[in-house]
């Protein structure tokens, strides 16, 4: 069975302006769809770790056109994640060419800090 056979798909989460009275307001909505797999290194509880301060790990893989330090959705079920790090093709030898990223969980909230902080 191939990889790509356990892709599911997530949205890349674009950063859009949002209508407002009181000013410029900005907010993550869903963007392109993609499809990739998310592979948790750490707990599998992922509330519990989150509540602990346990930053969640893994690595995602795909074969789409993403860039590092791209924030995601899982579709399933809202989950999301920001990939971090430098990408990790496979070689090209390889049978399945597919990039991996670190990646870690995270959320909307902590996204939105992150953008705001960096202004």
Do not use: C, H, N
Request: no cysteine; charged share 25%.
């Amino acid at each position: 069975m191939s990889l790509e056979s356990y892709y599911e798909p997530f949205y890349i989460q674009e950063l859009v302006k949002v209508p407002s009275e009181s000013g410029e307001l900005y907010e993550y909505r869903d963007g392109k769809e993609i499809t990739g797999l998310f592979v948790q290194k750490q707990s599998g509880e992922t509330a519990i770790a989150s509540s602990q301060g346990i930053a969640t790990a893994g690595r995602f893989a795909t074969g789409s056109d993403v860039r590092s330090g791209a924030f995601l959705r899982r579709k399933k079920d809202g989950f999301y994640i920001k990939l971090v790090g430098d990408p990790l093709p496979s070689p090209v030898q390889a049978l399945t060419q597919v990039t991996t990223w670190e990646s870690r969980v995270t959320s909307r909230t902590e996204q939105m800090k992150e953008q705001q902080g960096s202004k």
